[in-house]
């Protein structure tokens, strides 16, 4: 949604603060701005654009000073204009505040700030807190004025009037060592570095400058200093002790590493996020087995992306361990799911702090669910609230676009579909291993694929960039695969691309077909007779209609030999992995699709990395 960053720290901090929200913009990236404390009060500067336009525009690290807080927006509440644009100031300019999250109750709050004679200056719903803590502050006698904690007393008076969601990090005059943040729903760390402590939405925001955070969690506040911070429920004032964590992501993992975008980097870097998955702890795998087979009913829940990757593990489920756990998206989970506490409720989220899965999975345990979650960012939300997590070790996904999460995911549900199968008598230990030969084996064929193939994908992703609708087919497993291919060119191309079971096709959607429409046909190996045939039959019948199709398939004869006007030929290779193979070759046609359309690739328009509203 949008990011949050902040230093206490002993020297100049423009330039580290300028760094942290570079690595922040992934999380909102419409407008951003700093707010420096220095000797002569809080300097902000703020703009629309990226950060390098607005630092250009702003100069945004020139402000001297030892302690300061900054933002990258992604607009909610009010349009993408400067004033909207964080740091938000109080009415002298003595408070300066962020904030990540949607505040439910501003309107009213707002009416009776007015009345009380505050100035608004933007329409966001944030700017009525750093009024409300003014508000409380001068509102406080002289003498409370003067004690130590006047300030901390003031945002939390503050604090509990908001309903709805934040993460919030304030600096004041009145304090000129101590930023004050607190949060409830939208995720806040703080980063320990010995001289100069950080907060951050997430540990990309200090990455570079410590591996040891602290993750606060729901209406817990913190006042961090250089070198001291503390931590307090919101509710009771009273202190929290809190583990340290120490992060186990490189700030290199979090660099472009000479690639142009990190969307590629990320791409090339499925081979190696294969392997981790594959090394996923077998007593986590055997775990979440247990669980499901345990549990009378699972539900799959994920999002966008994450919602596919769990209809991808409910193929799994049903075809490799012959069980029926279905996927049901986030945002509609509410609305299907039947819970008891027979029920598992298996979350997938690369953020670990998408709102819609977060709520869903919360909805879950309070009706008594059993609850896991797999998770690529240690400290999330997801990751805590769940009863048993799995970390997938992907390392940091930059990209707004999820590519390497999402395969690592599928990789994870695929080997527990494959424990499961074992204890069902549905394969035999012989078989078993046998089926993890082939998949040990991924890492290298993506590799293939990707050294092989990219430079015919970008050829022929250029060729048809001019195509503005097409249709991703596939049956059986390869038909989450579409929807998910599907997904990525919608968002990183900006171009319509719908998803469909290939079988459906001749129930409606035929009727568009022409020599205009496009489509991709995701075929299997011929090794999987029967998908094979119903596929190619569903092919067949664009092709009569003159429809122009391209194949992704795995080099097998076809009766037919011009099936496909263009074909991406993969190496053969076993079933259970295929799949895979045609999602890389789909990320890559989207990948350079967009770029032939001049796309902003890591950051397309309207999308942020996590999104935590509803
Ligand atoms: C698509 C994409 C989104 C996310 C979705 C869930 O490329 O990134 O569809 O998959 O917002 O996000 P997470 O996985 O963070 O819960």
Known sequence: MCGISGIAGFKNIGIPLLDSIRHLEYRGYDSCGIAILGSHGIEVRKNIGSVDEVNERERLSEPDGKLGIAHTRWATHGGVTKENTHPHLSCKGDFALVHNGIISNYQELKK??????????????????????????????????????????AFIKAIKRLEGTYAVAMVTIYEKDKIFCAKKESPLVIGIGGDTNYIGSDFNAFIDYTKNAVVLDDDEYAVVSKDRYFIKNTANGETVRKKITEIHWDSDMAKKGGYPHYMLKEIYEQPQCVINALQVDKLLIKKISDMIIESKKTYLIGVGTTYYVSLIGEYQFSSVAGIFTPAISSDEFKNLAHIDKNTLVIALSQS???????????????????????????????????????????????????????????????????????????????????????????????????????????????????????????????????????????????????????????????????????????????????????????????KARKGFIIGFHFGDKRESEKLFNEEIVLPKVPDIIAPFLELVVAQLFAYFTAVALKRNIDKPRSLAKSVTVA
Not at 117 to 139: A, M, N, P, Q, R
Not at 407 to 414: D, G, K, T, V
């Open 352 to 542: 670990g702090e998408t709102y819609d899965t977060l709520n869903a999975l919360k909805y879950a345990k309070n009706k008594g669910a059993k609850t896991a979650a797999i998770v690529n960012v240690m400290g999330s939300s997801i990751a805590r609230l769940a009863d048993y997590t799995i970390l997938q070790g992907s390392g940091p996904e930059i990209c707004v676009i999820s590519t390497k999460a999402a395969l690592s995911q599928m990789i994870i549900l695929l080997m527990a579909a494959i424990e499961i199968a074992v204890r069902n008598k549905k394969l035999t230990v012989k078989n078993k291993t046998e089926i993890e030969r082939h998949i040990s084996h991924l890492p290298e064929i993506i590799q293939r694929v990707l050294n092989e193939k990219s430079g015919f994908i970008h050829t022929i992703a250029q060729k048809y960039s001019h195509i503005n609708n097409w249709l991703y087919l596939g049956r059986g497993k390869y038909y989450p695969i579409a929807l998910e291919s599907s997904l990525k060119m919608k968002e990183v191309a900006y171009v319509h691309a719908e998803g469909m079971p290939a079988g459906f096709l001749k129930h409606g959607t035929i009727a568009l077909i022409d020599e205009n429409l496009y489509s991709i046909m995701f075929m299997p190996p011929k090794s999987d007779e029967d998908l094979y045939r119903l596929s190619s039959g569903s092919a067949e019948e664009i």
């Open 112 to 153: 009776e700030l007015t009345r009380e004679g505050h100035k608004f200056h933007s329409e966001t719903d944030t700017e009525v807190i750093v009024h409300l803590v003014e508000k409380y502050f001068k509102s406080s006698k002289d003498s409370v004025r003067q004690a130590h904690d006047a300030v901390e007393k």
